[in-house]
């Protein structure tokens, strides 16, 4: 019994691809896309512009393949950056409504507890949407996208102390925004 090849690395398949291997930029895109994806629209609230976000982040990606130089930044802080910097500059170029987006499926359920949790969230988007951006791109990162300090720092340029601050700034804000409506936030007994 053999076992099973290891899975490549986004440093090779990013050589393989700019050699014309589609099979490689399949697979970076299922390896990277869908977490791209989950930050611009965590970021701008918005599917469309989110999905613009992820294509023009491996796009870029793409165009740069036969340069990239392996070993000095990993592909995924590098696509995180990219992305970071691509919200960035949309959030910039509207103007501030802290309004939420209507992009939440309507094929819920109605049960009390999905509601409950609907509730939660979007309270907890609408507090986001309010924080100014580089906070709210630490949070997302950090908090939903699970990434370590030191590759929030690389993606955002800045410093881990940076990072730290920006974290900690945007958790106070947010707990701030989201502490009178403590008591109808809270789980349930039933709702687990």
């Known amino acids: 019994m053999t076992a099973a090849p290891e899975p490549l690395t986004d440093d090779e398949l990013i050589r393989r691809y700019a050699l014309g291997d589609a099979v490689a930029a399949r697979t970076l895109v299922e390896r990277h896309a869908p977490r791209l994806l989950a930050v611009a629209r965590r970021m701008l609230g918005d599917a469309a512009e989110a999905e613009d976000v992820a294509q023009e982040t491996m796009l870029r990606l793409w165009r740069g393949a036969s340069a990239w130089r392996p070993g000095e930044a990993g592909v995924g802080t590098w696509l995180y950056r990219v992305a970071s910097n691509l919200c960035l500059d949309r959030l910039r170029r509207r103007r501030p409504t802290g309004e939420l987006s209507d992009d939440a499926p309507d094929d819920r359920p109605t049960a009390v507890a999905t509601l409950a949790r609907a509730d939660r969230a979007a309270a907890l988007d609408a507090a986001l949407a309010l924080l100014p951006e580089r906070q709210r791109l630490a949070i997302v990162l ?47 007994d039933g709702d687990t």
């Open 142 to 188: 950090r908090h939903f996208e699970e990434r370590g300090n030191p590759e929030i720092a690389a993606a955002l340029g800045v410093s881990v102390e940076a990072v730290e601050s920006l974290l900690a700034r945007g958790r106070r804000a947010l707990a701030a925004r989201l502490a009178p409506r403590r008591g109808e936030l809270e789980l349930d």
